[in-house]
């Protein structure tokens, strides 16, 4: 059959996309030809062209690298009046109602191997609270402290999208209110094989795949989000991942450091645990502030120190932003050298083989396009890093076992809240890493942070026992 897309298709090289096409029930061509008219052909000739050439796989350009400077905390010998400053600016920013959170939930979790979208995990110890339940109770309290109630925007895939609004409505928003909480969907690429041919996921459609966090950008102005957030007064974004239950979603001194400084871009930074830790890498390159991926940086200068002391490239990014609202407009238009590059990740891609029978490879058989949000920092005016604690913001869910895994990310909820109530004189049994040996949740409603924590807890009356555990709500 001849269709103008179909011919368009071949042209490009690229019909293979339509091999079974006579064969299919028109709904299936339908859905076919409406998938391939979402495709830029442009585009995947040159990413094929760029990322996938023999001669491509060069490595990134590490000319003029060098770590970049950060703000470090008061502890660590930073300035602790200028973040009393960013505290109080940050405060008055959220009073003032300018702050957003934004959550990247368009992810596909293949790791974590879990059938739903990730933020429905349950991840608390005591209360087995979803993800999503824990931002949102975050969320709702930072209003109430501010007196100004939170907008969030959630950003899904197509995959996740349905699944996510359902679970939110199931919970009545955990108690926000509904006009607060925002969904929109990412966009998505498609998958092609070592040669740059476009992938079938069935006969009938193609192997598709969100655009990466990245994308979030771009699906932030076309859903029409900046607008709304410009409607209502917000020029602020806190953007964070949807598997860190840890991360402080409304963070007065973060936020406070980014509008003082008048940066578009602010960033948090932990120091690397050790040299070989798989985080990327806050580097200035050429007047600019870039991220380095730890698969792109050699494993020398991962393990250069300064004169015998601390790791050189010492700033490891673990994905917390604050976004400039007409900022994230200017990356998501384009245009004067302002686009984010595009990433190949080698996956094992599920597609038909040449009779149109599933195929499931054991290796990786093709490659997904993605963007990455930090790819954004270099274009960025005043850009900020500044210096947070792991233990008090990072403590993701990636894997089902081991590092980054339910199991770690509850120990580490443990800890917080164990090191929150010793911090006001509580006293509890733990062990020689801190994790407490009882049952122990406090609920973001009760405390949210070591201040909204310390105050409600100031005002509990009696204290109550810590020997059979405790859930404070
Ligand atoms: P990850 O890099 O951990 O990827 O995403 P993932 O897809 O969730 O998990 P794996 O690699 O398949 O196991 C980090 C964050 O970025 C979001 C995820 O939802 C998570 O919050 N993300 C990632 C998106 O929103 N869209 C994407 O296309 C990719």
């Known amino acids: 059959m001849s269709h103008p897309l179909i011919e368009k298709f071949r042209h490009a090289g690229q019909a293979q996309v339509f091999a079974f096409f006579d064969r299919l029930a028109p709904a299936g061509q339908r859905q076919l030809l409406a998938e391939a008219a979402e495709i830029d052909l442009a585009e995947i000739d040159r990413l094929t062209r760029t990322l996938l050439a023999r001669d491509a796989v060069a490595g990134v350009d590490l000319g003029g690298l060098a770590p970049a400077p950060y703000e470090r905390r008061?502890?660590?010998?930073?300035?602790?009046?200028?973040?009393?400053?960013?505290?109080?600016?940050?405060e008055a920013a959220l009073r003032a109602g300018r702050v957003a959170a934004f959550t990247v939930a368009g992810g596909q979790g293949t790791r974590l191997g879990y059938d739903g979208p990730k933020g429905t995990f349950r991840v608390t110890p005591v209360k087995q609270k979803s993800l999503f339940q824990?931002?949102?109770?975050k969320i709702h309290a930072a209003g109430v402290r501010y007196g100004r109630p939170v907008h969030w925007f959630i950003m899904t895939s197509h995959a996740n999208h349905a699944a996510t609004e359902a679970f939110f409505a199931e919970h009545q928003c955990f108690g926000l209110d509904r006009a607060r909480v925002h969904f929109f969907r990412q966009g998505r690429m498609p998958a092609v094989s070592f040669d740059g041919k476009i992938l079938l996921e069935t006969t009938s459609s193609l192997a598709l795949a969100p655009d990466g966090h990245g994308g979030s950008l771009r699906a932030l102005e076309r859903?029409?989000?900046?607008?709304?957030?410009?409607s209502e007064g917000v020029d602020t974004l806190s953007y964070f991942q949807v598997d860190n239950p840890l991360v402080r979603s409304i963070d007065p001194a973060f936020i406070g450091w980014h509008v003082r400084r008048g940066s578009e871009m602010t960033s948090k930074m932990v120091p690397?645990?050790?040299?070989?830790?798989k985080v990327g890498h806050f580097c200035t390159q050429r007047g600019r502030t870039v991220v380095v991926e730890y698969s792109d940086l050699p494993m020398a200068m991962q393990r250069e120190t300064d004169a015998g002391g601390p790791l050189r490239y010492l700033a490891g990014s673990i994905a917390i932003h604050v976004l400039d609202r007409e900022f994230v407009r200017r990356v998501a238009a384009g245009g004067e050298g302002v686009s984010l590059?595009?990433?190949r990740a080698d996956k094992k891609i599920p597609t038909v083989d040449a009779a149109g029978n599933d195929v499931k490879p054991a290796a990786a058989n093709g490659v997904k396009f993605e963007l990455f949000v930090f790819d954004a920092l270099p274009f960025a005016k005043n850009p900020v890093i500044i210096?947070?604690?792991r233990a008090d913001d990072f403590s993701p869910v990636k894997n089902a076992r081991g590092v980054d895994s339910p199991q770690t990310c509850r120990d580490d909820q443990l800890r917080q809240f164990g090191r929150w109530l010793k911090a006001n004189g509580a006293s509890l049994p733990t062990d020689a890493t801190g994790l407490p040996r009882l049952a122990l949740e406090v609920s973001p409603r009760f405390g949210y942070d070591e201040d909204s924590f310390a105050e409600a807890w100031k005002k509990l009356s009696p204290k109550p026992g810590l020997t059979d555990g405790l859930y404070l709500a």
């Open 223 to 230: 859903s029409g989000a900046l607008d709304l957030m410009k």
């Open 341 to 343: 590059p595009f990433h």
């Open 387 to 389: 210096e947070t604690l």
């Open 134 to 137: 824990v931002f949102a109770e």
């Open 272 to 277: 690397k645990a050790y040299a070989e830790e």
């Open 74 to 90: 008061p502890e660590h010998g930073g300035d602790a009046v200028a973040w009393g400053h960013a505290k109080a600016a940050g």
